[in-house]
């Protein structure tokens, strides 16, 4: 079978060469970057034997007409027009991860455990704001069931697990190293099977231990989880940081979902968020995803190397590597300029629909931000609600804001503290690979120019969250002009009855000013007249 060829020029990718005829086992690859990772993979490791996707049944589809629509995603649409037969490559398998034994058949189970040679563990629920039981069900017992799948595979070289930077958010700095866990994985598997949804509520917040909610919790007991098999299975964990809109692949600025700074991007741009509690200093710790699954690539194909060196030093065989996929601190941008260059671009380019002019700025003081909440969230949302309900329509603000508010509390623990994320072994790793490599899995962000990355998020998001192609560009041009005079009309009017107001009360104020000043004057004189006469 022919090895891949770079476009670039003469020569063959190692990578490709590796990946040729090996079978592949994905969990999670309905995901953002689970389909960034399948897309990757068909096209530049066309030679591979078989994908299999572990994918369960949704609302009511079967996992096959869901392999059908999965496909129909634009994120797909470049590889199908060259190669529309390579989805033949694509095998769906019936599971979930939340039922026994992956929810799979025994022919499946034999399927995947006689022939899959590399596993790619990215299924996760990754909600900020659950409690502590689906958490533990999905990213722990879950990880815990693909660990028992893959210690039945007899050809297994590598398997793949997708962690989080944040894993470990009371250090500072993170190493590309192990770090235990809170409590024992397996005590806290035992915990959540045996007490109450009350119970558990009650005990969580002693649990977490400072972590900042139940996702990084369970990824810390996963991690430790999987540590405790580092004498069966050739494990790396992988650790990206905030993963967020493709840089060039599969399209520029692709992005799916709106957690993170994409949902604050579009929050900001609607004009419904205008405070953020935010530290302008810090780094802002993003990797776009396209750079992301490249690095998960690289890590299974040096990992697999590693496990052919190992088997001739038994001292150090199935030792569980780390690798933080994340950029270097030196090359980051700052969370304040990352925002002021999203606002420019975002007069440039706005949105067809807002609620009113994008504004507002990143507050480093809580109270700050607390007291602008109140005034430029709040107050309006509750005004446009009750006009809105004298009109007899049905108000809503209100409930946008609280939503608002939700998310900027869970977001701000991110964008108020500093880390450092070391990643010695991913830019060891980027520096080995040939030239052909270098180019097919790029992994380098040092030279990233920020200005540009961020134009290109900020359509994308406009292209495939929001849905708005270039062609409407003129008229959010116009409704932003339009939302511009009125936010100053409105300022005007609201600083104008200000200062008519306290002009027109003024000798009021003064009157009961001097009255306040007269009366605690009268009190004194006679408390000191008493004192005197006692």
């Not at 996963?222 to 790396?236: A, G, Q």
């Not at 003129?474 to 005079?485: D, E, G, N, Q, S």
Request: hydrophobic share 40%; net charge neutral; proline share 4%.
């Amino acid at each position: 079978m022919e090895i891949l060829r770079s476009d670039a020029g003469s020569g063959e990718s190692e990578i490709a060469k590796f990946y040729a005829n090996k079978t592949i086992l994905i969990t999670g690859a309905t995901g953002f970057m689970g389909k960034v990772l399948v897309e990757k993979l068909l096209r530049s490791c066309g030679d591979l034997n078989v994908i299999y996707l572990l994918i369960r049944t949704k609302k009511g589809l079967d996992p096959i007409v869901r392999k059908e629509q999965y496909f129909k995603c634009v994120s797909f649409s470049k590889l199908l027009e060259k190669n529309p037969d390579i989805v033949d490559k694509v095998r769906v398998v019936k599971g979930d991860l939340l039922e026994p034994d992956l929810g799979l058949s025994a022919n499946d189970i034999n399927t995947l455990a006689s022939n899959v040679e590399i596993v790619f563990h990215c299924a996760a629920n990754v909600r900020f704001d659950q409690p502590l039981r689906p958490m533990v069900l999905m990213n722990v017992v879950g990880t815990l069931k693909v660990l028992r799948l893959a210690e039945k595979m007899s050809n297994l070289q590598t398997l793949v697990h997708v962690s989080t930077s944040y894993c470990q958010c009371n250090e500072s700095v993170l190493e590309e190293r192990g770090y235990p866990a809170p409590q024992n994985p397996f005590c806290i598997i035992e915990m959540v099977d045996t007490m109450d949804d009350a119970a558990l509520a009650e005990i969580t917040p002693k649990l977490l231990n400072g972590l900042p909610n139940t996702y990084a919790y369970s990824k810390a007991l996963s991690e430790d989880l999987i540590c405790r098999y580092n004498t069966k299975l050739p494990i790396i964990i992988t650790r990206p940081s905030i993963v967020t809109a493709a840089i060039s692949e599969p399209l520029p600025g692709w992005i799916e979902g709106v957690t993170g700074p994409t949902g604050l991007m579009i929050g900001a741009a609607r004009g419904v968020i205008r405070s953020m509690h935010c530290n302008p200093d810090y780094s802002s710790t993003v990797i776009p995803v396209d750079k992301a699954i490249n690095g998960l690539i690289l890590c299974g194909y040096q990992r697999a190397k590693a496990s052919s060196q190992e088997e001739k030093a038994p001292s150090k065989q199935n030792e569980v590597q780390f690798c933080n996929l994340c950029i270097s601190k030196k090359a980051l941008t700052s969370w304040g300029d990352s925002i002021e260059t999203g606002r420019r671009f975002f007069y440039e380019t706005p949105l067809s629909f807002a609620l009113w002019y994008p504004g507002g700025s990143i507050k480093k003081n809580y109270y700050h931000h607390l007291f602008c909440v109140i005034v430029f969230h709040y107050l309006p949302a509750y005004f446009i609600d009750f006009l809105m309900l004298i009109s007899g329509q049905k108000p809503f603000l209100v409930n946008v804001q609280r939503k608002v508010s939700m998310g900027l509390k869970l977001l701000q623990y991110y964008t108020t503290k500093d880390w450092e994320f070391r990643n010695e072994r991913f830019q060891q790793m980027s520096s080995q690979l040939n030239a052909i490599d270098e180019e097919m899995f790029d992994t380098s962000v040092g030279q990233l120019n920020w200005e540009t990355y961020i134009s290109t998020y900020i359509m994308g998001m406009r292209t495939y969250i929001i849905r708005e192609s270039p062609s409407t560009l003129p008229y959010a041009r116009k409704v932003l002009r339009r939302l511009y005079i009125l936010d100053w009309v409105s300022k005007v009017l609201f600083f104008t009855l200000t200062f008519w107001f306290l002009w027109t009360h003024l000798d009021g104020f003064v009157e009961s000013g001097d009255a306040f000043i007269r009366s605690s004057l009268s009190s004194i004189y006679h408390e000191r007249n008493n004192t005197i006469h006692a």
